[in-house]
């Protein structure tokens, strides 16, 4: 006797790994996939668990995402020569190097966030290994005004 299956059927469709990647390649995150196929976050790890071909282009959908936030970051590092009257301080005819309108601090963040283990801040401490490390701390105190 067959067991019978409980609970809902899955949503799950083998497209959707394609679809996964391509989501994340466009710079989109894995969670947002959800809003796309119109289930919950918890349904995507479950689909994780349940089909390896999903797993996998969970794994293939983060390296092309991170390959986007690159390509994008290089492309508004590298200046491009903008010679129309519109350049900020340019008049006509002036040569002004422009960058295309990238806020470092956003894009700082969001690497930081998406790639954790590659965009932490270092700490490095410089020192001879075998003395003992001094921390000198300044501090000036508050003097109590007269009459208290």
């Given at each position: 006797m067959d067991e019978l299956k409980q609970g809902r059927p899955t949503k799950?469709?083998?497209?959707?790994?394609a679809l996964l990647i391509d989501h994340m390649a466009s710079g989109l995150s894995y969670q947002s996939f959800a809003g796309e196929c119109s289930v919950c976050i918890d349904?995507?790890?479950?689909w994780e668990r349940?089909?390896?071909s999903f797993s996998y282009a969970k794994k293939?959908?983060?390296?092309?995402?991170r390959t986007f936030w690159e390509k994008l970051g290089i492309q508004h590092i590298i200046n491009k020569s903008d010679?129309?009257?519109e350049s900020f301080g340019g008049g006509a005819?002036?040569?002004?190097s422009s960058s295309r309108s990238l806020n470092s601090t956003v894009y700082i963040f969001n690497m930081k966030n998406r790639f954790p283990k590659e965009w932490r801040?270092?700490?490095e401490v410089a020192g001879d290994k075998d003395a003992p490390l001094n921390i000198?701390?300044?501090?000036e105190r508050k003097k109590k005004p007269k009459g208290e």
């Open positions: 799950y469709k083998p497209e959707f790994d349904t995507l790890y479950e349940a089909n390896p293939i959908g983060f390296e092309k995402n010679s129309s009257s005819g002036s040569s002004q801040d270092r700490v000198t701390m300044n501090y």
